[in-house]
């Protein structure tokens, strides 16, 4: 099904390049060069998905992307750096991207990731389930139906993937998930060398639902394997 995408890259080449990639993917695609005019683009349209350039002339992607999360904007942001740093690419997912490109990329990676993307919106905003509307741990509360977190009585502001990802783990809270099997269920891929987009959400989680971040009551990591739900918030699990 076509989508509205929005395409900020200063690059001509590549501007051009990202666009007819996903116009021959069918989509509606606009494009900008400038941070500035893209942010206001973002905010005043309806897009389903962002393709951001970290590297912008004056207002960065960096910046872009903050303002948005800033606005409580959901709108799936997909990253594209040309920086091998991975410190980088940690600030973006760190900041709300749910999902980094490096330069040089293929066509074909970036389609796949783009559809990975609509796909998993497009899933939840058709799914009807007959299981419980809540989930209940400790003082944490996840509203399926209205995709909304509670923690002690005071609402969270989580992006879509931050939800989803939420929501994965507290289906079976006190199961443990590897990184790639939360990649291939919350992102819609499998990657190696891409763990760092899921270590990047879960402290974003955990800075959002913890009290004490550093010594997670809820969100836990077990050690050479992966992270869990804990069952009952601060008991062992």
Not at 107 to 124: F, S, W
Not at 214 to 234: F, H, I, M, N, Q
Request: proline share 4%; with cysteine; charged share 25%.
């Amino acid at each position: 099904m076509s989508k509205r995408i929005l395409v900020i890259e200063d690059d001509p080449d590549i501007n051009k390049l990202v666009a007819m990639s996903l116009a021959d993917a069918n989509h509606n695609v606009d494009c900008c060069n400038d941070g500035a005019e893209g942010l206001q683009r973002a905010l005043q349209h309806d897009y389903a998905l962002l393709v951001l350039d970290l590297m912008l002339p004056g207002l960065d992607g960096l910046e872009v992307c903050r303002r948005l999360r800033a606005e409580q904007r959901t709108l799936p942001i997909l990253m594209l750096t040309a920086r091998d740093s991975e410190a980088d690419r940690v600030v973006g997912l760190e900041l709300g991207a749910d999902d980094y490109l490096t330069k040089p990329f293929s066509v074909r990676e970036l389609q796949a990731r783009v559809k990975a993307l609509l796909r998993r919106v497009e899933m939840l905003s058709q799914r009807s389930e007959p299981e419980a509307l809540e989930i209940v741990i400790g003082q944490l509360v996840i509203d399926q139906q209205r995709r909304r977190v509670t923690v002690g009585g005071q609402e969270v502001e989580l992006t879509a993937t931050e939800f989803d990802l939420l929501l994965y783990l507290a289906r079976q809270p006190g199961k443990v998930f590897s990184r790639t099997e939360l990649l291939d269920a919350v992102w819609g891929y499998q990657h190696s060398g891409y763990e760092h987009t899921v270590n990047s959400h879960i402290n974003r989680l955990r800075n959002k639902l913890e009290a004490e971040p550093s010594d997670p009551r809820y969100v836990l990591t077990v050690w050479g394997v992966g992270y869990k739900l804990c069952e009952t918030a601060g008991a062992p699990c």
